[in-house]
């Protein structure tokens, strides 16, 4: 069952009721003439009075809401003295005929409409921290293009701690509270049970005493710490290969060119444990329960969505279509068994899983006996492989958009050495992945190019075994160089070590814990998480020396660090049909392979580590975009556009070819024993 969207319900207080010890004041801005609302007077649009008791009642939620995410007891009420200044209240009737009517928030020029109090609460929790009003965006769904049961779904969830906010000199400052110091330094943290704090507040530093170390006190983001400590190699928003059973065609070709399509791209919704009770063998009574990860996914470029297991899904830079196919879909080719619009809402109707069989359909484009076109249930595009092209290119068309993107998250101020402060990140969406700090990636560097940087005094020398391997890094920050203008990382550099390797190589601050908790330097911000799996037979060895870290622009990055492929038993199959079925023989015997299997074979070896990075396997985001919505709905929108003309093209240039095929669709030419098509 989804969670309730509505994280917050003050139900139980009279929201109508304001209270004068319990009232915020918003702080002066600056801006507020830009924000103007729009005289919405016409239309239907009437304005909601102060004294009114929708309105009052708007307010009640807003200062509870602000109340409950800063630490406040919240048994009672709070209320906000008026709306922030620019935003007003109004109600629309509905119809004439219906004298309903809908309240809605207008901001910014008329530019922000807000729905509920609940929406516009966030935005105004946003407004009313002035630590983060200047330079950190508001995670509101108008600001983020995120969905509201997403938004509050991640925010009610979150474990993390509120904290009370520090004085702020305004007509009811005596309604704030301050940061308490024990007479140590160290802030308090004596916060009831049902505070919470918000979402983009998630790195929050607090207001340090004097006797205060200069390591930044944040909270931790509650998506990093549920990816990072549940070890799950597949993230919400993440792109993916799924395994599509059957394949299309069902079978592969005996002889000739292979050309199926056995994996498709896909993005991650929703991650979840599930579960599967069967019952015990024998005389005893009761049931086994097993776990497993299931991950809801999109399916791109077609339609539906579907639950798969860990066991179905691949990594996006595992796999590669065959080249066979990958030609296929650069060419312009439209779908044989539909006439596409623009916006190709019909490729929804293609679903490269197989859906269990349906009886007593309607028939797509059937129509009843007056002539009226049926379609309402229209029937799936059928699952051939020229049809699958048609999707699957609009579908690689969509992530080649995708991964020439990044976008960084989860900002928080450090306060810095020399008593300015720093933009840093707690993660970053690089290309198909989503990467945090603590993520082990893989470089495109080998260790040989960094030590020619003037780096070489900082690394351990190499083990024997390890030249020719990947050099992988733990990040322990992200941060924005103002010098350089561009993003940079801090991170631990670490090579892959055969397991039988002197344990003396590792260093003693390292001997007794791989591939265990690292402590960090002092200047990270990270905490030890440590170290995911390494391969079967091999171990981590960390090759910067004690406290030292690399600092490198994020083009660094090829990618994150996946040992699942040659990990997990559940992804032995898969790994046979990457390498395809016919090639497995020769890779076991040791005999030459062509090219593409090759390619394959080390493809799958470099996102273990076990090699460097290939060219076709490692990520380059050159594009900044302002969030990964925004990335994939313009990627969608974009790739659908192009796909669409190219279409379009292509069936003018069929149409002056043959004259008599474009007289047919449009329906200038049919007899009367002919279907009528309807355009």
Same mark, same amino acid.
């Given at each position: 069952?989804?969670? /309730?969207?509505?994280?917050?319900?003050?139900?139980?207080?009279?929201?109508?009721? &304001?209270? #004068?010890?319990?009232?915020?004041?918003?702080?002066?801005?600056?801006?507020?003439?830009? /924000?103007?609302?729009?005289?919405?007077?016409?239309?239907?649009?009437?304005?909601?009075?102060?004294?009114?008791?929708?309105?009052?009642?708007?307010?009640?939620?807003?200062?509870?809401?602000?109340?409950?995410?800063?630490?406040?007891?919240?048994?009672?009420?709070? !209320?906000?003295?008026?709306?922030?200044?620019?935003?007003?209240?109004?109600?629309?009737?509905?119809?004439?005929?219906?004298?309903?009517?809908?309240?809605?928030?207008?901001?910014?020029?008329?530019?922000?409409?807000?729905?509920?109090? @609940?929406?516009?609460?966030?935005?105004?929790?946003?407004?009313?921290?002035?630590?983060?009003?200047?330079?950190?965006?508001?995670?509101?769904?108008?600001?983020?293009?995120?969905?509201?049961?997403?938004?509050?779904?991640?925010?009610?969830?979150?474990?993390?701690?509120?904290?009370?906010?520090?004085?702020? !000199?305004?007509?009811?400052?005596?309604?704030?509270?301050?940061?308490?110091?024990? =007479?140590? =330094?160290?802030?308090?943290?004596?916060?009831?049970?049902?505070?919470?704090?918000?979402?983009?507040?998630?790195?929050?530093?607090?207001?340090?005493?004097?006797?205060?170390?200069?390591?930044?006190?944040?909270?931790?983001?509650?998506?990093?710490?549920?990816?990072?400590?549940?070890?799950?190699?597949?993230?919400?928003?993440?792109?993916?290969?799924?395994?599509?059973?059957?394949?299309?065609?069902?079978?592969?070709?005996?002889?000739? &060119?292979?050309?199926?399509?056995?994996?498709?791209?896909?993005?991650?919704?929703? $991650?979840?444990?599930?579960?599967?009770?069967?019952?015990?063998?024998?005389? =005893?009574?009761?049931?086994?329960?097993?776990?497993?990860?299931?991950?809801?996914?999109?399916?791109?470029?077609?339609?539906? /969505?579907?639950?798969?297991?860990?066991?179905?899904?691949?990594?996006?830079?595992?796999?590669?279509?065959?080249?066979?196919?990958?030609? *296929?879909?650069?060419?312009?080719?439209?779908?044989?068994?539909?006439?596409?619009?623009?916006?190709?809402?019909?490729?929804?109707?293609?679903?490269?899983?197989?859906? &269990?069989?349906?009886?007593?359909?309607?028939?797509?484009?059937?129509?009843?006996?007056?002539?009226?076109?049926?379609?309402?249930?229209?029937?799936?595009?059928?699952?051939?492989?020229?049809?699958?092209?048609?999707?699957?290119?609009?579908?690689?068309?969509?992530?080649?958009?995708?991964?020439?993107?990044?976008?960084?998250?989860?900002?928080?101020?450090?306060?810095?050495?020399?008593?300015?402060?720093?933009?840093?990140?707690?993660?970053?969406?690089?290309?198909?992945?989503?990467?945090?700090?603590?993520?082990?990636?893989?470089?495109?560097?080998?260790? *040989?190019?960094?030590?020619?940087?003037?780096?070489?005094?900082?690394?351990?020398?190499?083990?024997?075994?390890? @030249?020719?391997?990947?050099?992988?890094? *733990?990040?322990?920050?992200?941060?924005?160089?103002?010098?350089?203008?561009?993003?940079?990382?801090?991170?631990?550099?670490?090579?892959?070590?055969?397991?039988?390797?002197?344990?003396?190589?590792?260093?003693?601050?390292?001997?007794?814990?791989?591939?265990?908790?690292?402590?960090?330097?002092?200047?990270?911000?990270?905490?030890?998480?440590?170290?995911?799996? &390494?391969?079967?037979?091999?171990?981590?060895?960390?090759?910067?020396?004690?406290?030292?870290?690399?600092?490198?622009?994020?083009?660094?990055?090829?990618?994150?660090?996946?040992?699942?492929?040659?990990?997990?038993?559940? !992804?032995?199959? #898969?790994?046979?049909?990457?390498? /395809?079925?016919?090639?497995?023989?020769?890779?076991?015997?040791?005999?030459?392979?062509?090219?593409?299997?090759?390619?394959?074979?080390?493809?799958?070896?470099?996102?273990?580590?076990?090699?460097?990075?290939?060219?076709?396997?490692?990520?380059?985001?050159?594009?900044?975009?302002?969030?990964?919505?925004?990335?994939?709905?313009?990627?969608? $929108?974009?790739?659908?556009?192009?796909?669409?003309?190219?279409?379009?093209?292509?069936?003018?240039?069929?149409?002056?070819?043959?004259?008599?095929?474009?007289?047919?669709?449009? =329906?200038?030419?049919?007899?009367?024993?002919?279907?009528?098509?309807?355009?």
């Amino acid at each position: 069952m989804a969670p /309730n969207p509505a994280a917050y319900s003050y139900n139980h207080l009279d929201l109508e009721k &304001p209270l #004068l010890d319990r009232t915020y004041d918003f702080p002066d801005r600056s801006d507020a003439k830009l /924000n103007a609302a729009l005289p919405h007077g016409k239309e239907g649009y009437s304005q909601v009075l102060h004294d009114d008791p929708q309105h009052r009642r708007w307010r009640g939620y807003i200062g509870t809401f602000i109340a409950d995410n800063t630490g406040k007891d919240v048994t009672k009420q709070w !209320h906000i003295s008026d709306f922030p200044k620019g935003y007003t209240l109004w109600n629309k009737q509905r119809s004439l005929d219906n004298p309903r009517t809908d309240p809605y928030v207008f901001g910014y020029g008329g530019a922000k409409k807000f729905f509920s109090p @609940v929406g516009f609460a966030l935005h105004c929790l946003w407004l009313f921290d002035d630590d983060y009003h200047d330079n950190h965006p508001c995670q509101c769904t108008l600001c983020t293009g995120k969905m509201q049961g997403e938004v509050m779904v991640n925010w009610k969830g979150m474990p993390g701690r509120s904290v009370e906010r520090s004085e702020r !000199h305004t007509e009811t400052s005596a309604s704030r509270t301050t940061v308490h110091d024990s =007479g140590t =330094g160290t802030p308090t943290f004596d916060i009831p049970p049902i505070a919470r704090i918000a979402r983009w507040t998630a790195s929050r530093r607090l207001r340090i005493g004097e006797k205060s170390t200069l390591r930044p006190t944040s909270a931790l983001s509650h998506e990093r710490d549920l990816d990072l400590t549940s070890l799950r190699p597949y993230r919400v928003g993440e792109i993916v290969w799924v395994s599509i059973s059957p394949m299309i065609p069902s079978r592969r070709p005996q002889n000739g &060119p292979d050309e199926v399509i056995d994996f498709w791209p896909a993005i991650v919704q929703q $991650a979840d444990i599930g579960v599967i009770t069967t019952p015990r063998g024998g005389t =005893g009574e009761g049931y086994m329960v097993n776990h497993y990860r299931r991950y809801r996914v999109h399916m791109l470029g077609a339609g539906g /969505n579907a639950v798969i297991s860990e066991s179905k899904i691949l990594s996006w830079q595992a796999y590669t279509l065959p080249r066979v196919v990958f030609d *296929q879909i650069k060419r312009p080719r439209m779908p044989v068994d539909i006439r596409v619009t623009e916006g190709l809402p019909e490729l929804e109707n293609f679903h490269p899983l197989e859906l &269990p069989s349906r009886t007593n359909r309607t028939p797509h484009n059937a129509a009843s006996a007056d002539g009226t076109l049926l379609v309402e249930d229209p029937i799936e595009i059928p699952r051939t492989f020229e049809n699958a092209l048609a999707s699957l290119s609009l579908a690689r068309r969509m992530v080649k958009i995708i991964e020439e993107h990044y976008c960084y998250t989860d900002l928080y101020r450090d306060p810095g050495e020399s008593g300015g402060s720093r933009e840093c990140y707690q993660g970053i969406w690089w290309g198909p992945e989503r990467i945090w700090v603590d993520d082990l990636v893989r470089l495109n560097a080998k260790r *040989q190019d960094l030590a020619k940087d003037g780096r070489n005094e900082f690394l351990r020398d190499p083990t024997k075994d390890a @030249v020719g391997r990947a050099t992988l890094a *733990q990040i322990t920050e992200f941060t924005w160089d103002t010098q350089k203008k561009q993003i940079y990382f801090s991170a631990r550099l670490y090579e892959l070590a055969d397991e039988g390797t002197d344990p003396d190589l590792f260093g003693t601050d390292l001997r007794l814990r791989l591939p265990g908790c690292l402590s960090a330097p002092a200047r990270s911000h990270s905490e030890p998480y440590g170290l995911p799996r &390494p391969p079967d037979h091999y171990r981590f060895r960390r090759i910067t020396t004690d406290g030292m870290e690399v600092y490198l622009p994020i083009q660094f990055i090829a990618g994150r660090y996946d040992p699942l492929p040659i990990n997990s038993e559940v !992804h032995r199959h #898969l790994l046979q049909r990457v390498f /395809n079925p016919a090639l497995v023989e020769m890779l076991v015997t040791g005999r030459q392979m062509n090219p593409e299997a090759e390619a394959n074979v080390f493809r799958v070896l470099a996102i273990c580590g076990l090699c460097a990075a290939q060219e076709k396997n490692k990520i380059i985001a050159t594009e900044w975009g302002r969030s990964r919505a925004s990335v994939v709905q313009a990627a969608e $929108a974009q790739a659908k556009k192009a796909t669409y003309e190219n279409w379009m093209k292509l069936q003018r240039k069929e149409t002056k070819q043959n004259p008599a095929h474009d007289q047919i669709e449009r =329906g200038m030419n049919v007899d009367d024993d002919d279907t009528i098509v309807v355009d």
